[in-house]
C-alpha cells in the first residue's frame, strides 16, 4: 500500500479541480460490464438474495446487507475484506444505503452469505418487505435538526428487523426518516415516514438579529408572511398567529431560533410513494401530528408505526402500496382500523386544503 | 479512548440492526472528533436539542461548494467537535467500487478525518463526516491527485445521481449511469461554485419504478419509457399460470388503463398502456419494455420548505437519450437559464413556475402545449391571451 501512497507535497503537486468522480466503468464487475445494458430478466431468491440473467446466458447473483448508514472506515474495511474474498473487490452500495455483494457464480452465494452473517450483518431488503431507512443527519451532525434520525432509525429497524430479513408483506414498504421540514430524505413520498417538527414561535435575539441578519431576507423567507420588520429594534417581528413552525427563517437567520425541547417532536406521514405502478407518485399523508421525542428509542413512534404497519399487513391486498390500500379503504375507515386519532391538525389549512376537503356526502363512518 | 460514559447511546447498540452508535464508538478509537462526536450526542440525547450551529463559508481553494461547515455550539466543552465540516465527495455513477480504490479513500480519512462517514448521503455523494479546517485542502489534494473530486453544495447543481439502470436492471430505458456521468462531467463549474438563486438536482431513473425517487426529489426528473408495444413470451406467462400466478387477479384487474386480458393467452391493447411498469415488475420473464427506448423530462420537484411539497411535472413526454445528449443539455441549459433569472433567493424552479406559470416557462424553453403535460385541463375561465393568439 505504502508504495503508492503520494507524500503531501507531491499531492499538492498533483492536486486538480473539476475532474468529476472516477469513470464507474472503473468499478464494474467484469460480469456486469459483460452484459452491461443486456439484461433479460431479475428474479428475486430470498428476501437478500436476487439474481440478475442476462440475454447471455450469464447471471449475476447479489446479496444485500443493510447498514446503519453512519459508517466508520473501519468497518467499510470490514466489508471490503468480504468483497475481496467473494467477490473480485467488487462492492456497491443502494440509494438506500445498504450494501450490495455481486458474484456471478452460484455456489458462492451461500458461503458469501454465511460470512456475511458471520460478521453480523443482516442479509435481507429486497423485494415485498422493508428495506432499509432513507434518513437524514439529525443531532448526529446538522443545525436545523429538531430530532436525532439515526436513534430514530436503529429503533424501528430493531422493530421492524424481521419484514427485513425474512417477513413478506403485501408490497414494498419504503421507509424514511426527516429531522425536520427542510426532508433532506424522501419522506414527503414514503409508505410510512416520521418528519420532525416544531410547534412553537421561533424566539428573538435582537441583538444579534441586528449584528448577523439581512432583514429583508429573514421577511421574504416566511412562507405565511407571519415576519415583518421592527425598525425600532433593527429587527424583525413575528406575527404569532401566521406562524407554521417552518424554520425557514432560522436558515436564513440563525438568531431567530425555533428550537424548543419541550415542543419540538416528530410527526408520522402515511401512503406515499414514488413509482408509477398502477397510481401516479403519492405525497405522503399526516397520520400522527405530533409525539414528543423520546430518546433513546422513542417508544412512542415505534407504536405508532407497527401499528400501521401491521394494519397495513393483514388488511392490504397483494400488491397493494400502503397509500393505494389506505385509498381502497378510505381515510376514515384507516383512522378507524388504527386507532389513531383525528384532530385539527390534520384538516390542511396551507397549501392543499383545497384538494383534501371533502366535496362528496358519501363517506363512511 | 473512552472519553465520557454514554448510557443513553449505549441503549441503541441493542438490538438486531447494526448500531450507529457501535460505528462512532469505533472511530472513537483512533478519532478525538469522533469521541467528542459521541459526547455531544449523549448530550443531545439528554436535553433533547443539538448543538451544532449554522455553517460558515469554508471550503476548498477555487470552489465555492462541496464543504458544509459545521461548527459546535459548545465548542469548549466537545474541542474534538469545535470544528466538525461535511466534505462531499462525488459518488461513481450506480455507487460500484472497488476495493483498493475506496481504501485509499478510507485510509486518508483516516489520516486526515474522523472516520467517519455517510454512505451516502440523500443526494448521492460519499458523505466525510467530520473534518477541521486546516484539514481540507491537504486532504481535498490528497484525493484529487488520486481521480476524486467534490461533490455539490449551496445555490448550485448538487450532484446528479442515478438508479443503477442498465448495468444490472433489465427494465432500464436508458443508460442512467452514463447520463449521470456525463452531466456530472458536463456542469462541473456549476456543480462546484454555488451562483444560482438556490440548489438544482437532476436524478435520472432508468424506468418509472424510480428506485432513484427522482420524481419526488429532482428539479428535473429524467425517466426512462418506451414507445411500441409491450414484449410478450407467451411460454413464460404460462409458467407463471403454472406456477400458480392468479394473472387476472394480480395482473389484468390491477391494470390501470385496463389494456390487458387474459384467457389462453395475455393480450395487451399498447395504444392504451400508459407504460406504468406494473405487469412488467410481476412478470419480469414473461414482459419487458417495448423497442423505442427513450425518456420523460418532468420538473420541479422539491420537499416542503418554502411553499409545500411538489412532484415533478411531465414537460417533454418522450425524448431519445444517446450520447452525447445535446437536445437533452440544450434543454436544461434553457429551463436553469429561466429560473436563474428570473426566481428569487431561495426560490427552486418548481416553486417559480407555479408562481409565474407554466405557458412562460414552456416558451422559454421552447416546448409545446401537450395533452401528456397535464391530468385534465383547467376548471376555470380565467385564462391569458396574447394578441398573436388572437391570430
Given at each position: 500500500?505504502?508504495?503508492?501512497?503520494?507524500?503531501?507535497?507531491?499531492a499538492?503537486?498533483?492536486?486538480?479541480?473539476?475532474?468529476?468522480?472516477?469513470?464507474?466503468?472503473?468499478?464494474?464487475?467484469?460480469?456486469?460490464?459483460?452484459?452491461?445494458?443486456?439484461?433479460?430478466?431479475?428474479?428475486?431468491?430470498?428476501?437478500?438474495?436476487?439474481?440478475?440473467?442476462?440475454?447471455?446466458?450469464?447471471?449475476?447473483?447479489?446479496?444485500?446487507?443493510?447498514?446503519?448508514?453512519?459508517?466508520?472506515?473501519?468497518?467499510?474495511?470490514?466489508?471490503?475484506?468480504?468483497?475481496d474474498?467473494?467477490?473480485?473487490?467488487y462492492?456497491?452500495?443502494?440509494?438506500?444505503?445498504?450494501?450490495?455483494?455481486?458474484t456471478?457464480?452460484?455456489?458462492?452465494?451461500?458461503?458469501?452469505?454465511?460470512?456475511?452473517?458471520?460478521?453480523?450483518?443482516?442479509?435481507?431488503?429486497?423485494?415485498?418487505?422493508?428495506?432499509?431507512?432513507?434518513?437524514?443527519?439529525?443531532?448526529?451532525?446538522?443545525?436545523?435538526?429538531?430530532?436525532d434520525?439515526?436513534?430514530?432509525?436503529?429503533?424501528?429497524?430493531?422493530?421492524?428487523?424481521?419484514?427485513?430479513?425474512?417477513?413478506?408483506?403485501?408490497?414494498?414498504?419504503?421507509?424514511?426518516?426527516?429531522?425536520?421540514?427542510?426532508?433532506?430524505?424522501?419522506?414527503?413520498?414514503?409508505?410510512?415516514?416520521?418528519?420532525?417538527?416544531?410547534?412553537?414561535?421561533?424566539?428573538?435575539?435582537?441583538?444579534?438579529?441586528?449584528?448577523m441578519?439581512?432583514?429583508?431576507?429573514?421577511?421574504?423567507?416566511c412562507?405565511?408572511?407571519?415576519?415583518?420588520?421592527?425598525p425600532?429594534?433593527?429587527?424583525?417581528?413575528?406575527?404569532?398567529?401566521?406562524c407554521?413552525?417552518?424554520?425557514?427563517?432560522f436558515?436564513?437567520?440563525?438568531?431567530?431560533?425555533?428550537?424548543n425541547?419541550?415542543?419540538?417532536?416528530?410527526?408520522?406521514?402515511?401512503?406515499?410513494?414514488?413509482?408509477?405502478?398502477?397510481?401516479?407518485?403519492?405525497?405522503?399523508?399526516?397520520?400522527?401530528?405530533?409525539?414528543?421525542?423520546?430518546?433513546?428509542?422513542?417508544?412512542?413512534?415505534?407504536?405508532?408505526?407497527?401499528?400501521?404497519?401491521?394494519?397495513?399487513?393483514?388488511?392490504?391486498?397483494?400488491?397493494?402500496?400502503?397509500?393505494?390500500?389506505?385509498?381502497?379503504?378510505?381515510?376514515?375507515?384507516?383512522?378507524?382500523?388504527?386507532?389513531?386519532?383525528?384532530?385539527?391538525?390534520?384538516?390542511?389549512?396551507?397549501?392543499?386544503?383545497?384538494?383534501?376537503?371533502?366535496?362528496?356526502?358519501?363517506f363512511?363512518? | 479512548?473512552?472519553?465520557?460514559?454514554?448510557?443513553?447511546?449505549?441503549?441503541?447498540?441493542k438490538?438486531?440492526?447494526?448500531?450507529?452508535?457501535?460505528?462512532?464508538?469505533?472511530?472513537?478509537?483512533?478519532?478525538?472528533?469522533?469521541?467528542?462526536?459521541?459526547?455531544?450526542?449523549?448530550?443531545?440525547?439528554?436535553?433533547?436539542?443539538?448543538?451544532?450551529?449554522?455553517?460558515?463559508?469554508?471550503?476548498?481553494?477555487?470552489?465555492?461548494?462541496?464543504?458544509?461547515?459545521?461548527?459546535?455550539?459548545?465548542?469548549?466543552?466537545?474541542?474534538?467537535?469545535?470544528?466538525?465540516?461535511?466534505?462531499?465527495?462525488?459518488?461513481?455513477?450506480?455507487?460500484?467500487y472497488?476495493?483498493?480504490?475506496?481504501?485509499?479513500?478510507?485510509?486518508?480519512?483516516?489520516?486526515?478525518?474522523?472516520g467517519?462517514?455517510?454512505?451516502?448521503?440523500?443526494?448521492?455523494?460519499?458523505?466525510?463526516?467530520?473534518?477541521?479546517?486546516?484539514?481540507?485542502?491537504?486532504?481535498?489534494?490528497?484525493?484529487?491527485?488520486?481521480?476524486?473530486?467534490?461533490?455539490?453544495?449551496?445555490?448550485?447543481?448538487?450532484?446528479?445521481?442515478?438508479?443503477?439502470g442498465?448495468?444490472?436492471?433489465?427494465?432500464?430505458?436508458?443508460?442512467?449511469?452514463?447520463?449521470a456521468?456525463?452531466?456530472?462531467?458536463?456542469?462541473?463549474?456549476?456543480?462546484?461554485?454555488?451562483?444560482?438563486?438556490?440548489?438544482?438536482?437532476?436524478?435520472?431513473?432508468?424506468?418509472?419504478?424510480?428506485?432513484?425517487?427522482?420524481?419526488?426529489?429532482?428539479?428535473?426528473?429524467?425517466?426512462?419509457?418506451?414507445?411500441?408495444?409491450?414484449?410478450?413470451?407467451?411460454?413464460?406467462?404460462?409458467n407463471?399460470?403454472?406456477?400458480?400466478?392468479?394473472?387476472?387477479a394480480?395482473?389484468?384487474?390491477?391494470?390501470?388503463?385496463?389494456?390487458?386480458?387474459?384467457?389462453?393467452?395475455?393480450?395487451?391493447?399498447?395504444?392504451?398502456?400508459?407504460?406504468?411498469?406494473?405487469?412488467?415488475?410481476?412478470?419480469?420473464?414473461?414482459l419487458?419494455?417495448?423497442?423505442?427506448?427513450?425518456?420523460?423530462?418532468?420538473?420541479?420537484?422539491?420537499?416542503?420548505?418554502?411553499?409545500?411539497?411538489?412532484?415533478?411535472?411531465?414537460?417533454?413526454?418522450?425524448?431519445?437519450?444517446?450520447?452525447?445528449?445535446?437536445?437533452?443539455?440544450?434543454?436544461?441549459?434553457?429551463?436553469?437559464?429561466?429560473?436563474?433569472?428570473?426566481?428569487?433567493?431561495?426560490?427552486?424552479?418548481?416553486?417559480?413556475?407555479?408562481?409565474?406559470?407554466?405557458?412562460?416557462?414552456?416558451?422559454?424553453?421552447?416546448?409545446?402545449?401537450?395533452?401528456?403535460?397535464?391530468?385534465?385541463?383547467?376548471?376555470?375561465?380565467?385564462?391569458?391571451?396574447?394578441?398573436?393568439?388572437?391570430?
Amino acid at each position: 500500500m505504502s508504495a503508492q501512497w503520494l507524500t503531501e507535497t507531491e499531492a499538492k503537486e498533483k492536486r486538480q479541480t473539476d475532474i468529476g468522480p472516477p469513470h464507474y466503468e472503473k468499478f464494474l464487475p467484469p460480469v456486469i460490464k459483460k452484459n452491461y445494458g443486456d439484461w433479460k430478466y431479475h428474479e428475486l431468491l430470498e428476501p437478500g438474495v436476487s439474481v440478475h440473467v442476462a440475454n447471455s446466458g450469464d447471471k449475476v447473483f447479489t446479496v444485500r446487507i443493510g447498514s446503519p448508514r453512519i459508517l466508520s472506515t473501519d468497518t467499510i474495511r470490514d466489508m471490503l475484506e468480504v468483497a475481496d474474498k467473494f467477490c473480485g473487490g467488487y462492492i456497491r452500495w443502494t440509494t438506500r444505503n445498504n450494501v450490495e455483494f455481486l458474484t456471478d457464480k452460484e455456489e458462492t452465494v451461500k458461503s458469501l452469505k454465511a460470512e456475511l452473517q458471520k460478521r453480523g450483518y443482516s442479509v435481507g431488503g429486497i423485494g415485498p418487505r422493508v428495506s432499509n431507512v432513507v434518513h437524514t443527519q439529525g443531532w448526529v451532525h446538522c443545525h436545523s435538526a429538531c430530532t436525532d434520525a439515526s436513534g430514530l432509525v436503529k429503533a424501528m429497524m430493531d422493530e421492524f428487523h424481521d419484514y427485513f430479513v425474512e417477513k413478506s408483506l403485501p408490497n414494498k414498504v419504503r421507509l424514511a426518516v426527516a429531522c425536520c421540514v427542510n426532508m433532506c430524505g424522501a419522506v414527503h413520498c414514503s409508505d410510512i415516514a416520521v418528519v420532525a417538527v416544531h410547534r412553537k414561535v421561533p424566539h428573538i435575539d435582537h441583538e444579534l438579529v441586528k449584528n448577523m441578519c439581512e432583514i429583508p431576507t429573514t421577511v421574504a423567507s416566511c412562507p405565511t408572511r407571519a415576519i415583518s420588520p421592527d425598525p425600532g429594534k433593527k429587527s424583525i417581528k413575528i406575527n404569532a398567529d401566521k406562524c407554521m413552525y417552518c424554520g425557514n427563517c432560522f436558515t436564513v437567520c440563525p438568531p431567530v431560533d425555533i428550537h424548543n425541547p419541550e415542543n419540538d417532536g416528530v410527526a408520522i406521514m402515511v401512503g406515499g410513494k414514488v413509482g408509477s405502478l398502477r397510481k401516479g407518485p403519492m405525497f405522503s399523508k399526516l397520520a400522527v401530528p405530533y409525539i414528543p421525542n423520546e430518546p433513546p428509542r422513542w417508544p412512542t413512534v415505534i407504536k405508532h408505526l407497527k401499528t400501521i404497519l401491521e394494519t397495513y399487513a393483514s388488511h392490504a391486498r397483494k400488491h397493494e402500496r400502503v397509500g393505494e390500500w389506505i385509498e381502497r379503504i378510505g381515510w376514515e375507515r384507516f383512522f378507524s382500523l388504527t386507532g389513531i386519532p383525528f384532530t385539527f391538525q390534520h384538516i390542511d389549512d396551507f397549501t392543499f386544503m383545497r384538494d383534501t376537503l371533502r366535496t362528496s356526502a358519501a363517506f363512511k363512518y | 479512548m473512552k472519553k465520557y460514559d454514554t448510557p443513553l447511546l449505549d441503549e441503541l447498540e441493542k438490538g438486531p440492526w447494526p448500531s450507529f452508535v457501535t460505528e462512532i464508538k469505533k472511530a472513537a478509537q483512533k478519532h478525538e472528533a469522533a469521541a467528542d462526536e459521541l459526547g455531544q450526542l449523549e448530550k443531545s440525547y439528554k436535553t433533547k436539542r443539538g448543538y451544532w450551529k449554522h455553517g460558515g463559508i469554508v471550503g476548498v481553494l477555487g470552489y465555492g461548494g462541496g464543504v458544509i461547515g459545521r461548527y459546535s455550539n459548545l465548542p469548549d466543552e466537545f474541542p474534538g467537535v469545535a470544528h466538525f465540516h461535511t466534505v462531499r465527495i462525488n459518488q461513481p455513477s450506480g455507487f460500484y467500487y472497488k476495493s483498493d480504490s475506496l481504501r485509499e479513500i478510507l485510509d486518508l480519512w483516516d489520516k486526515y478525518g474522523s472516520g467517519l462517514t455517510n454512505m451516502h448521503g440523500s443526494t448521492g455523494d460519499m458523505v466525510m463526516l467530520g473534518c477541521k479546517t486546516e484539514a481540507l485542502e491537504p486532504f481535498f489534494a490528497e484525493i484529487s491527485s488520486r481521480g476524486w473530486d467534490l461533490g455539490g453544495s449551496g445555490s448550485a447543481l448538487r450532484t446528479p445521481s442515478c438508479c443503477m439502470g442498465a448495468s444490472k436492471c433489465e427494465w432500464s430505458n436508458i443508460d442512467t449511469m452514463n447520463l449521470a456521468n456525463t452531466l456530472t462531467q458536463a456542469y462541473q463549474d456549476e456543480l462546484h461554485r454555488p451562483m444560482w438563486p438556490y440548489k438544482f438536482k437532476f436524478k435520472i431513473a432508468g424506468c418509472a419504478v424510480d428506485c432513484v425517487a427522482s420524481i419526488a426529489r429532482a428539479d428535473c426528473s429524467i425517466i426512462g419509457t418506451w414507445r411500441g408495444d409491450i414484449q410478450i413470451d407467451q411460454g413464460e406467462v404460462e409458467n407463471y399460470a403454472k406456477q400458480g400466478m392468479d394473472i387476472k387477479a394480480e395482473i389484468v384487474d390491477m391494470c390501470p388503463t385496463g389494456c390487458m386480458s387474459y384467457e389462453s393467452k395475455l393480450e395487451i391493447n399498447n395504444a392504451e398502456c400508459s407504460r406504468c411498469m406494473h405487469c412488467i415488475a410481476k412478470m419480469t420473464k414473461a414482459l419487458g419494455p417495448g423497442p423505442e427506448k427513450g425518456a420523460s423530462i418532468l420538473i420541479g420537484s422539491k420537499a416542503p420548505i418554502v411553499v409545500g411539497s411538489l412532484l415533478s411535472w411531465v414537460v417533454v413526454p418522450f425524448m431519445k437519450m444517446e450520447p452525447p445528449y445535446e437536445e437533452f443539455k440544450d434543454l436544461a441549459d434553457k429551463m436553469i437559464e429561466w429560473w436563474d433569472d428570473n426566481a428569487k433567493p431561495r426560490e427552486r424552479i418548481g416553486e417559480l413556475i407555479e408562481a409565474k406559470g407554466m405557458r412562460p416557462f414552456l416558451e422559454a424553453i421552447g416546448v409545446e402545449a401537450q395533452p401528456q403535460q397535464v391530468y385534465e385541463p383547467r376548471k376555470d375561465p380565467f385564462f391569458f391571451w396574447k394578441d398573436e393568439d388572437l391570430g
